[in-house]
């Protein structure tokens, strides 16, 4: 398809600016001023709504397509959290309102939503107390990391190290790094759960925490998790909870109550709100009472005459982690789906996604290898590998689900496992839906036994076969305006 | 209840028949009672209808219609029609991060052209997909430096957002960094000063255009002292001022970022918002998160993928050169969006009347008696005015006449407490300007 | 897999062909076929020390990033520019054109430390055995 900027005529316009209506006409010193116009498109708005409109018509959705992309939790996003997010009461509010001399009162709505939001997370995760001001799982991890950090410099403790399974998701080791510590890495046993032995030997008084997920990346509840609390504690640890699978438990364990310190919570994967082709998400993060004092600032609190209010007043605080209070479009949607199934629903909720799953599961595992063969919880990590000895690789069955409108698992994901296939249906989907799913991916086994090379040449239905990655990464073409670069 | 869960009980049996289990209880065996939750105490769930009444009344708590001449680096922009009408289809809204191209060449088409839209309008040479906002972007540009350089001190201008400022000292708290800020002279950053700060182990020169106090300087000198010293120069910038000042590419800038919320995102208090961040071509293997770029297909085809994802977490953990996983692409599209509607000349066009209502409010609340209008530096659409009184309480009673009459500096900027910082953009009209003034004044007299 | 008689290997796949007291060093057959297409190879600078099994540099591919580590320890003598422009040397010829760097070796005992041709040949079948994933069900 063209490029927006490969339409562009000269001179055409796509929105209409009103002429002054001041009678001043500033300028300003030329050593002031660019040369030449950005060369942005010159288009109609037609031109703008039918291009956008048709490569929109160029992807795979949750509201079009089967999505079981595992650790990812695309589930329906349902559609009236957009009219909420979208009223002018909120959407047309400035941040910065709150900061002004008593300005508070003008946005008692928006801090109620904040409010009431952390009461919910706290209540829902076990937790004392939320920051909603992480603007995304990772960045969740970085807050998280960086409370441990200011926890662990407080009491005078000597920490140099993280200690993260091998199953984690590679933001895990990726922001300890970035907070400052050393990483060590332990590996799964044969249940496919961090081997609590290989743990003891790694756990030393240098150890300043451990980053977990639970149920981790094979899809398995770790039920010795108490255990290993206990241990982490005794070295005056903390305990981080990736919430990235909380879909699983919702109502039915808190990482609070398992001994967690400081959990982050995906907000666009349990929440249900939208994952937009990659963010904005919101990564809120919980803590226990002994990292209380370390939340960033500002923090929402009511007063006692039943108003909300931002204290800063925090001095033990790490800080702002962002510049305000959260993703606040996205907070309010988790809210209004919070509010809409309340808690009977948010424990159904988790009882589907765990069924749903185990059914594709059991339906699966004659044709293709489950590395951890047990019930598991909301997502079923399977291996191609069978199908790749017949040369017919994960990759290849990815492709083959593409051609029959099924957005693929996550593939090569956990590292852990070869030729990872990792499946999770989310509760929003039906059986139905996931019987046409399976009678996919058994027709892709036969294939491989008949005819695996004609896995190649797939997709053969979409607008692109496969790219060449090899020369988008040596040629690095990353802007319409310049040519390749050798970087 | 759960509404959006389609199994019914018939297809609950026979999946459990399927697995193998008698419920779905059977299920959680791994869940130990012990770990049951000690408290789970929420309330029943509520009808759509409910929900959307609830959140009506709240909408209804926060002030609705108050004139705002606040920016401090957010502003009140239009937002045409057509962004949130074509943000809001399902295939960009509910899809995810582009990991099978073949399924996904909307968004990644989409971020190209965005990705091409920053560098045209910075005057760079390579941007990324977005960062979470302005403030982490700058974060990440400096950690950027300080990979290319491997020099730790990093010296700040005064005229950086102070909330940019408070985001960077939070996360490198831990981290043997050195930071140095440098006053602004005047409203504009000090150049004496800068070239005394900035020496051989130095990573980076922070510097914003416009800056905090809404001043529009060129930085090309500043460069200058920078490269000669080996360090690099990064610019946080207002992307709609971009329309007519001169670029950071053009004055030598290394590495780019801004806020790009004025690219046709509502303010909605705060976020999501929109980060970017732009390079010089050399510095790519360097720039943090996701990058689409152009390749061909198997039949020679035009199209785009992520690329250079060895650099990233997911590929290399803790060695990744940031832990970002996903930006804000939504928020990303929206602004491609944007600009694709406002187009080449439109955007001159509007920090045009962006100018030029700001300068006539100037002239207009300068002739107020007792009220000094700062000139020491040329203004794109904000600027700073020293009153008689505290400027937070003639805010707070600026609110009574119904306007969000500015950002009192006093918050962040101490002996400043006289000072308003007034934003003024192509959506107010003159009355309203005008009406702004009276009240300021009557506010004044009172 | 192709295996240089003459050379010397580590664990990690590297190897280094010795003449004098310099050692030219590169990755091998295995290494170059389990990366893939290279994409990038981020060159060390010549004039730095390293240490044997320290860190020499990196190799990226379009989906994996590899550590290169030194199988000696030594000064950085010369490294091979060509592999800025075209690092696909290394996949087509991992053993002469695509070398990565040259070694003025500081201390000839450690090459007892490397594994001769013959060693690495059953070091890399032991690899295989020990493949994790599952065996052949058909």
Not at chain 1, 19 to 31: E, F, G, H, Q
Not at chain 1, 189 to 202: F, S, T, Y
Request: aromatic share 8%; with cysteine; net charge negative.
């Amino acid at each position: 398809m063209d490029l927006i900027f490969e339409q562009s005529v000269t001179s055409r316009q796509g929105f209409g600016l009103p002429i002054s209506d001041v009678p001043v006409k500033a300028s300003l010193p030329s050593r002031y001023l660019r040369e030449t116009p950005a060369d942005l498109p010159e288009v109609s708005e037609l031109d703008v709504v039918r291009h956008y409109t048709r490569l929109s018509q160029l992807n795979f959705s949750v509201d079009a397509n089967f999505y079981p992309l595992g650790s990812c939790t695309m589930k329906y996003n349902p559609r009236f959290t957009e009219r909420v997010a979208g009223m002018p009461g909120f959407s047309d509010l400035h941040p910065l309102l709150p900061q002004l001399k008593g300005g508070e009162r003008y946005v008692q709505g928006a801090l109620e939503v904040l409010f009431e939001s952390e009461r919910w997370l706290c209540e829902i995760a076990g937790m004392k107390a939320f920051t909603l001001q992480p603007l995304a799982g990772a960045h969740g991890e970085l807050t998280g990391v960086m409370l441990m950090a200011a926890y662990h410099k407080a009491k005078g403790n000597r920490k140099k190290f993280i200690i993260i399974p091998d199953s984690a998701h590679g933001t895990n080791p990726a922001s300890a790094a970035i907070a400052g510590y050393d990483i060590v890495s332990v590996p799964s046993d044969r249940n496919g759960v961090m081997d609590i032995e290989k743990l003891a030997e790694v756990l030393t008084p240098e150890c300043a925490g451990l980053m977990m997920t639970s149920p981790d990346t094979h899809g398995v509840f770790n039920s010795r998790i108490d255990e290993i609390s206990r241990m982490v504690h005794a070295v005056d640890g903390i305990m981080y909870y990736d919430g990235a699978n909380l879909n699983a438990i919702l109502g039915r364990c808190r990482p609070g109550d398992l001994g967690f310190d400081v959990v982050h919570i995906n907000l666009h994967k349990t929440f249900a709100t939208p994952h937009g082709g990659g963010g904005p998400g919101a990564g809120p993060v919980g803590v226990s009472a002994r990292l209380e004092p370390f939340l960033p600032v500002s923090r929402v609190v009511r007063c006692s005459d039943g108003t909300y209010a931002l204290n800063y007043n925090y001095p033990d605080s790490i800080g702002y982690v962002a510049s305000f209070y959260g993703a606040f479009g996205i907070v309010i949607r988790a809210y209004a789906y919070m509010l809409m199934l309340g808690g009977d629903g948010l424990k159904q909720t988790s009882a589907h996604a765990v069924l749903n799953a185990n059914y594709l599961r059991s339906r699966l595992k004659e044709a293709y290898y489950l590395p951890f063969d047990r019930v598991c919880m909301h997502e079923c990590l399977f291996s191609a590998s069978r199908q790749a000895q017949r040369g017919v690789h994960a990759i290849d069955i990815a492709k083959f689900l593409i051609d029959r409108k099924i957005h693929p698992p996550t593939v090569y994901f956990p590292l852990t496992v070869k030729e990872a296939v990792m499946i999770e249906p989310t509760e929003t989907e039906s059986k139905a839906t996931m019987d046409g799913f399976v009678d996919v991916m058994l027709e892709a086994d036969r294939l491989s036994r008949i005819d695996p090379s004609s896995f190649k040449s797939l997709p053969r239905t979409m607008p692109i076969s496969r790219p060449d990655e090899v020369k988008a990464a040596r040629e690095l073409k990353v802007n319409y305006f310049s040519g390749e670069s050798k970087a | 209840m759960n509404p959006y869960i389609p199994n019914t009980e018939q297809d609950v049996a026979s999946m459990l028949a399927t697995i193998g289990v008698s419920s779905i209880e059977d299920l959680f065996v791994d869940i130990a009672p012990r770990h049951a939750p000690v408290s789970f105490d929420l309330p029943p769930g509520l009808s759509e209808y409910e929900v959307m009444r609830r959140f009506t009344a709240l909408a209804g708590k926060n002030s609705q219609g108050l004139v705002p001449f606040i920016g401090g680096g957010y502003y009140d922009h239009y937002v045409p029609a057509a962004c949130p009408a074509l943000i809001s289809r399902g295939e960009f809204f509910t899809a995810y991060t582009p990991y099978q191209p073949e399924c996904s060449q909307g968004t990644l088409q989409a971020l190209f052209e965005f990705q091409s839209m920053i560098c045209t309008l910075t005057g760079m040479d390579v941007a990324n997909a977005s960062l979470y906002e302005g403030g982490t972007a700058l974060y990440e540009a400096m950690m950027m430096a300080i990979r290319i350089t491997g020099r730790r001190r990093v010296v700040i201008d005064g005229g950086v957002s102070p909330i940019y400022r408070k985001i960077i000292k939070s996360y490198t708290h831990n981290l043997d960094f050195e930071f140095v800020e440098s006053p602004v002279a005047h409203g504009q950053a000090d150049v004496a000063a800068l070239s005394r700060l900035i020496d051989q182990s130095t990573a980076a020169v922070i510097l914003q255009n416009p800056n905090f106090f809404g001043a529009i300087d060129d930085h090309a000198a500043i460069a200058d002292l920078a490269h000669s010293a080996g360090a690099l120069l990064i610019e946080s910038v207002y992307p709609i001022s971009l329309g007519l000042l001169k670029t950071p590419g053009a004055m030598g800038a290394d590495i780019v970022t801004g806020e790009g919320q004025s690219l046709g995102l509502p303010l909605s208090f705060g976020g999501p918002y929109l980060g970017f961040i732009a390079a010089r071509r050399k510095y790519i293997r360097q720039l943090p998160g996701r990058i689409v770029g152009q390749t061909i297909d198997t039949e020679g085809r035009r199209c785009f993928v992520n690329t250079l994802q060895a650099r990233e977490q997911h590929i290399r953990r803790e060695k990744a050169t940031s832990n970002i996983c996903t930006n804000v692409a939504l928020c990303a599209v929206q602004a491609a969006i944007f600009m694709s509607l406002i187009g080449k000349n439109g955007l001159v066009r509007m920090a045009q009347l962006n100018l030029d209502k700001a300068e006539f409010a100037r002239q207009e609340i300068g002739r107020i008696p007792g009220v000094e209008v700062k000139r020491s530096a040329p203004v794109f659409n904000e600027f700073a005015v020293c009153l008689p009184k505290d400027a937070g309480d003639v805010a707070e009673a600026m609110i009574a006449h119904g306007f969000a009459a500015g950002f009192p500096l006093g918050r962040y900027y101490p002996g400043m407490e006289r000072y308003l910082l007034v934003a003024v953009t192509e959506k107010r009209s003159r009355e309203e300007i005008e009406a702004y003034a009276r009240a300021l004044k009557t506010v004044l007299e009172s | 897999m192709d295996i240089i008689e003459h050379y010397l290997y580590t664990k990690e796949h590297e190897w280094i062909d010795i003449d004098g007291k310099i050692g030219t060093v590169g990755i091998t057959d295995y290494a170059q076929s389990a990366l893939g297409d290279i994409t990038y190879v981020e060159l060390p600078t010549d004039g730095t020390d390293v240490e044997q099994f320290e860190q020499l540099t990196s190799i990226e591919s379009v989906k994996s990033a590899s550590d290169i580590f030194s199988p000696i320890s030594g000064k950085i003598e010369e490294v091979n520019e060509e592999l800025r422009e075209d690092p696909a040397l290394i996949n087509r010829d991992c053993y002469e054109k695509g070398w990565i760097a040259r070694i003025l070796i500081s201390d000839d005992d450690e090459t007892s430390n490397l594994l001769t041709a013959d060693e690495y040949r059953s070091y890399l079948e032991s690899l295989d055995r020990n493949d994790p994933g599952e065996s052949s069900d058909e």
